[in-house]
């Protein structure tokens, strides 16, 4: 009952497919030219569940931080928690991050220039237009509030600078515990008035994932089900239990209090989608490898998807009218662009260029660790 690496792709699979039901009905800009049918629920329905669906944000932010927490512990354990191997770790992640973008990069400048020329303006002129070029290129547009190609990219500002706060959030942990951990990740904030910055609003799910890995959680959650667990009754009350705590969330994101509090309803949020996909899709054989197929392909999916919904074929994307059917075509359609993506990597070996560039970071860890110990 470990939450494998498999169990992980499942549960992206989930928040993909959440996050292009997000957006392709978080707001009626999208739709309303095309006469969306959106039967047999209310458009009222489907676009509070559309925001709703942002959960994958924080599913992916628990996931990142459950791996990392992982690779954190082995070092902390082993007596190899220090500024080089963390340094090295933490550049290793980045450069797999920045080598997974850089192909999309490409192909999305490659398809504007095609489709929607005028996206580029968006950069500006002169000197300007090159350095938010960069900034754009190297996944650090948000972080500096400089204008991006595409507005979905702004979580990759988010994902680099959870991989450089964790070691010290783990530290953290470890000498505080996860109570402590988790009310400063929520409370403080609050105690300095920060705005509820992306930062803000998913460090407490950070440290939830922190805790989930560290004290191997996912076990005890299967231990802790009700006795008898494998009879059909059992299953049904645990699956209503948790259907009901889901729905919960629902309610509480369109809350006064969950509108005011986003870091709390974006950390309950998560969890319960990603526990619910545990206990119960992943026992779904079918169903299981569907998501864990999306699951490997998420990075390249989340990257391209609204260029293809709303910036180049949006006439197209939206033109199959059912909204459910909607979203099925955009996520073949990205579905199938990422298998081309990666297998035009694999015929230019650029795979192993990645590999190659990762083993030299590494080398100049250990490296730059054992000098440190002369």
């Not at 992640?93 to 920045?98: A, D, N, P, Q, V």
Request: glycine share 6%; hydrophobic share 55%.
């Amino acid at each position: 009952m470990q939450f494998s690496k498999k169990d992980t792709n499942v549960v992206k699979g989930v928040a993909i497919i959440a996050m292009l039901f997000h957006h392709c009905y978080v707001t009626g800009v999208s739709f309303k030219a095309h006469g969306v049918s959106f039967a047999p629920f209310s458009k009222g329905t489907v676009v509070s569940l559309a925001l709703w669906s942002k959960v994958c944000v924080g599913i992916f932010v628990f996931l990142s931080a459950y791996g990392i927490t992982l690779a954190l512990k082995r070092l902390y354990d082993n007596g190899q928690f220090d500024r080089s191997n963390l340094s090295g770790m933490s550049a290793r992640r980045i450069w797999k991050i920045l080598a997974g973008f850089w192909p999309v990069f490409i192909l999305a400048v490659l398809g504007c220039t095609l489709w929607a020329p005028d996206s580029f303006e968006v950069y500006g002129q002169g000197l300007t237009r090159i350095i938010h070029v960069v900034l754009d290129f190297l996944g650090l547009a948000d972080l500096f509030g400089t204008p991006t190609l595409i507005g979905t990219w702004w979580y990759l500002s988010l994902a680099f600078v959870e991989i450089m706060l964790l070691p010290l959030l783990y530290y953290i942990y470890r000498r505080c515990g996860a109570f402590l951990t988790l009310s400063l990740s929520v409370f403080l904030p609050m105690a300095l008035s920060l705005e509820m910055s992306n930062l803000v609003r998913y460090l407490p799910v950070m440290v939830l994932g922190i805790w989930f890995a560290q004290e191997n959680l996912f076990p005890r959650i299967a231990r802790w089900r009700i006795p008898h667990t494998g009879t059909a009754a059992t299953r049904t009350v645990e699956f209503a239990l948790l259907a009901v705590l889901i729905l919960g969330t629902v309610w509480l994101k369109n809350s006064d209090f969950g509108q005011a509090h986003e870091n709390i309803t974006d950390s309950v949020t998560p969890l319960a989608v990603i526990v619910f996909t545990w206990l119960f899709l992943t026992g779904i054989p079918y169903l299981r490898e569907i998501l864990a197929v999306l699951g490997r392909y998420s990075m390249n999916i989340f990257l391209l998807h609204n260029f293809i919904r709303a910036r180049w074929f949006e006439d197209f994307s939206y033109s199959f009218r059912f909204w459910w059917l909607i979203v099925l075509v955009l996520l073949l359609d990205n579905f199938v662009l990422s298998v081309a993506i990666e297998w035009l990597k694999k015929v230019l070996r650029y795979n192993s260029f990645v590999s190659k560039i990762e083993n030299v970071i590494q080398a100049v860890t250990i490296e730059g660790n054992n000098k440190g110990k002369v």
